[in-house]
C-alpha cells in the first residue's frame, strides 16, 4: 500500500509562482512513476507533468516552459511558474506500481487577481 499527501497549493496572483509537494510513503519500493495531474471546473482530468525512478520527465502542452517536476527519492514537486488564470484546477497526486495505481487527496491551485 503506497500512500501519497500533497502540500502546497494555494491563492496566487497571475504571473505569480507555487510549489507542491507530494510525499509518498509504504510500499514505495514498487514505484515505478509519480505524476501530477489536474481537473478544472467542467473539464475532465488532465496529465500535467510526469517524471520515472529513472530521472525521464514529461510535460502536458499546456505547461511546457512554465512547470518543472523533479523528485528526491518518492518525494515530488512541481514547480509552477508564470501561472494562469487557466491553471486554477484541483492537483492530484499520482503513484504508479506494477500492480495498483495511487491518487492523492488533491489540493487546490486558485489564480485570480
Known amino acids: 500500500q503506497v500512500q501519497l499527501v500533497e502540500s502546497g497549493g494555494g491563492l496566487v496572483q497571475p504571473g505569480g509562482s507555487l510549489r507542491l509537494s507530494c510525499a509518498a510513503s509504504?510500499?514505495?519500493?514498487?514505484?515505478?512513476?509519480m505524476r501530477w495531474y489536474r481537473q478544472a471546473p467542467g473539464k475532465e482530468r488532465e496529465l500535467v507533468a510526469g517524471?520515472?525512478?529513472?530521472?525521464s520527465i514529461s510535460y502536458g502542452d499546456s505547461v511546457k516552459g512554465r512547470f518543472i517536476i523533479s523528485r528526491n527519492n518518492y518525494i515530488m514537486y512541481l514547480q509552477m511558474n508564470s501561472l494562469k488564470p487557466e491553471d486554477t484546477a484541483v492537483y492530484y497526486c499520482?503513484?504508479?506500481?506494477?500492480?495498483?495505481?495511487?491518487w492523492g487527496q488533491g489540493t487546490q491551485v486558485t489564480v485570480s487577481s
Open positions: 499520482n503513484a504508479r506500481s506494477l500492480n495498483n495505481v495511487y
Open positions: 509504504g510500499s514505495t519500493f514498487s514505484i515505478y512513476v
Open positions: 517524471i520515472t525512478t529513472g530521472g
